[in-house]
């Protein structure tokens, strides 16, 4: 069983839809979350980042947290198709020479 | 957010030579570097930590003789594939980690896609 697990898609939306992305974690150590967006050729781009359970707003985002079910959401309200990219989940344990662990990543496709 | 300068974006050469990637953090002091190996639309692969001023720290699987990781100062980590092969092409992404307060978030460089001919 792989530590993040991540729908890779592709999802396909029309614009102004909401988006719903998720992870799942296996490791109760994880205490760190991060929410990346990733265009093509291109170096992943924070988005979000929390450390506790419950939700986290910003602008358009959400991220959602759920320590005692594993499992870490996205949501992106009236999307674009700007928001056309790949979104990385990622996670670790508290400490910054601790590693991240990465979700796949999900393909979102927003539809003009 | 904190800046993470990675150079070059994009380097092609020939098979049997080195190519060396760096990744500067531009505002902040970063202590440990992380080196990702991504293949197209798939996620990004934790190839090693790199430490200032004490040896990287390579995942299962890297060879450390062939991808040399330096960190000689806070602010910079380099990377280098040493005799690189066709099946060395692949995008390198660095990262820092920073902390503010309590929490800690990881920067990215730009990536840096390396093709061999």
């Known amino acids: 069983q792989k530590e993040v697990e991540q729908d890779p898609g592709p999802l396909s939306v029309p614009e102004g839809a909401i988006v719903s992305l998720n992870c799942t974690y296996s490791?109760?150590?994880?205490?760190?979350f991060m929410w990346y967006r990733q265009y093509s050729r291109k170096g992943p781009e924070l988005l979000m980042y929390t450390y506790s359970s419950g939700n986290k707003e910003d602008g358009r985002f959400t991220a959602q947290v759920d320590k005692s079910s594993k499992y870490i959401s996205l949501f992106i309200r009236d999307s674009q198709p700007s928001d056309s990219a790949t979104y990385l989940c990622a996670m670790s344990a508290l400490g910054a020479t601790n590693k991240l662990i990465f979700g796949t990543g999900t393909l979102l496709a927003v539809q003009p | 957010g904190a800046v993470v300068s990675q150079h070059p974006s994009r380097v092609i050469c020939k098979s049997g030579t080195s190519v060396k990637i760096e990744c500067r953090s531009l505002?902040?002091?970063?202590?440990?570097m992380f080196w990702y190996r991504q293949f197209p639309k798939q996620s990004l692969m934790l190839m090693a930590t790199s430490n200032e001023g004490s040896k990287a720290t390579y995942e299962q699987g890297v060879e450390k003789d062939k991808f040399l990781i330096n960190h000689a100062s806070l602010t910079l980590s380099t990377l280098t594939v040493t005799s690189a092969h066709p099946e060395d092409s692949s995008f390198y992404i660095c990262?820092?980690?920073?902390?503010?307060?309590?929490?800690?978030?990881?920067?990215f460089g730009q990536g840096t896609r390396l093709t061999v001919v």
């Open positions: 990262s820092a980690r920073v902390y503010f307060e309590l929490n800690t978030e990881a920067f």
């Open positions: 505002d902040f002091q970063a202590t440990t």
């Open positions: 490791n109760s150590a994880f205490q760190y």
